[in-house]
Nanobody
Framework: QVQLVESGGGLVQAGGSLRLSCAAS????????MGWYRQAPGKQRELVAA???????SYADSVEGRFTLSRDIGKNTVYLQMNSLKPEDTAVYFC??????????WGQGTQVTVSS
């Protein structure tokens, strides 16, 4: 079974930056896709950014131009570089991996807090 371990969350002031990491326990090139989601208190979990096996990337409108997704296949890790952070970016960020069309797994989540 694949496991995901997230890291890099924390507290930052508005306008600051953070980089989240999601390390998988197997070759990420064998995964259909990986993505970052976030869930703020009282809100539904939403997609932030996703990357497919073929390196196609997509972003939520709310983060387009501020967040950048990248991967290091050698380290089996996907990164989310978050710049120009806003208080509304405050949430628990979760990494998700699509093992196949019908099976996905989630990481444990990492808290991102942006102070105004």
């Amino acid at each position: 079974q694949v496991q995901l371990v997230e890291s890099g969350g924390g507290l930052v002031q508005a306008g600051g930056s953070l980089r989240l990491s999601c390390a998988a326990s197997r070759n990420i090139f064998t995964l259909n896709a990986m993505g970052w989601y976030r869930q703020a208190p009282g809100k539904q979990r939403e997609l932030v950014a996703a990357i497919t096996r073929l390196n196609s990337k997509s972003y939520a409108d709310s983060v387009e131009g501020r967040f950048t997704l990248s991967r290091d296949i050698g380290k089996n890790t996907v990164y989310l570089q978050m710049n120009s952070l806003k208080p509304e970016d405050t949430a628990v960020y979760f990494c998700k991996a699509d093992l196949s069309t019908w099976e996905s797994i989630w990481g444990q989540g990492t808290q991102v807090t942006v102070s105004s």
